[in-house]
């Protein structure tokens, strides 16, 4: 059974960085994509970015785009999500996902069918 957990969260104020890690255990990360997502109080849950099973594809979300940058090893079983210029409205629970699936792709809209317990990630002044 894949076990994801997540951390790296904080407060932080606007303007700052932080950098999510991932770790995962219980079968081999190089045969799942990873995710990253988040859910602000009170608002749906929300794709911020996927990594392909090689870490050669990436996608973000629009509000994210040049800001964040998602990457992982294999061979550690781990993946991070670095995140700059944060701003308040990045604030939420961030939840990292895994999905086990044949294509070196990914997608923020795939049915990701593992994830971890959540960092809470706050920014404010």
């Known amino acids: 059974q894949l076990v994801l957990v997540e951390s790296g969260g904080g407060d932080v104020q606007p303007g700052g960085s932080l950098k999510l890690s991932c770790a995962v255990s219980?079968?081999?990360?190089?045969?799942?994509?990873i995710a990253w997502f988040r859910q602000a109080p009170g608002k749906a849950r929300e794709g911020v970015s996927c990594?392909?099973?090689?870490?050669?594809?990436?996608k973000y979300a629009d509000s994210v785009k040049g800001r964040f940058t998602v990457s992982r090893n294999n061979a550690e079983n781990m993946a991070w999500l670095q995140m700059n210029s944060l701003t308040p409205e990045d604030t939420g629970i961030y939840f990292c996902a895994a999905l086990q699936m044949g294509f070196n792709d990914c997608s923020i809209d795939d049915s990701y069918t593992h994830w971890g317990q959540g960092t809470q990630v706050t920014v404010s002044a």
């Open positions: 990594l392909s099973k090689s870490g050669a594809r990436t």
């Open positions: 219980g079968a081999a990360l190089a045969f799942y994509r």
